[in-house]
């Protein structure tokens, strides 16, 4: 059976075209821009989601259709990309004879509801990129042969950077590290590589629909950073901040464009965010490996050894500029 994974030279989608060349699984790439690093054996098409014809070429004799391409929370192209788009994959997958339908989601969509966060509990999106993700899920669902949607808890691992880069330097450097409140809430992030084998499970699974995916969580916000701290063996210290104020201040910093953080960011992080992955257990016998923490010591330990020399952009893949926080870092 071969794979088709959209946005194959981002984040998840490298690590997915590794495990499935690793597993001798024939498979194809699409994304707009060609990795450095993508193995020798999978069949690359570069081209842009919403062209029909590039569809059409990527999608020729293609069994399972991974739908990991996304415009991030800082795009302009929410609407176009994460929703047009998506609908015209899943309607061309149709017609082209696929077998499965994935489409990786996003837990933003049910917004700041009561946690754990269960498939039934309704998707509230706060900001414009759950509001995206949120209907190209209706659209997947809608259209897409054998449709099934993982909505992720935030994933993390070797190679992702993006927020977290700037996280993993700052503990680098030994400055404080601020969190919204006392940092007592619970904030479930997700190793890359369950996120993989979840991908694969369901690809074999008979489920359609919407299932959770989320890590171990092992404590709360300042206990997953404080272990990350003990396993950098830094001088940072985690710092929390009145959540109202730091929120409006971070709120004013983003009109200004002068913070690389989105809305979901400054809305969420004193918040409890955990979701109930029941669900994938029951319906394709899924569960996490790794913590939360377990997953950000690994990312910060390939940060510190390749980490620095990424180039700057927008990608999880990419360091981001700072902005206003790179003066607040020079005083932590």
Known sequence: ?????????????????????????????????????????????????????????ALGGVDVVVHAAAALPSGSDLGSTNVVGSGLLALLAAKTGVKRSILISSGVVYGLGRAPLSESDEARPIEAYGRSKLRAEHAWLAAAPAPIVLRPAAFIGPERLGAFGILFRWIQEGRRIYVLGDGSNRYQLLDVEDLVEAVLLAATSAAEGVVNVGGIVSGTIRDDLEALIAHARTQSRVVGLPARPARAALAVLATARLSPLSTWHRRSADRDFVLDCTRAAHLFGWSPNRSGAEALCAAYDWYVRDGGTAVVGTTHRSAWRERGLGMLRRFS
């Open 1 to 57: 059976m071969t794979w088709l994974v959209t946005g194959g030279a981002g984040f998840l989608g490298s690590h997915l075209l590794r495990r499935l060349t690793a597993e001798g699984i024939p498979a194809r790439s699409l994304d707009l821009v060609r990795a450095d690093d993508e193995p020798a054996a999978v069949d690359v098409v570069q081209g842009d989601l919403r062209d029909e014809g590039v569809l059409r070429r």
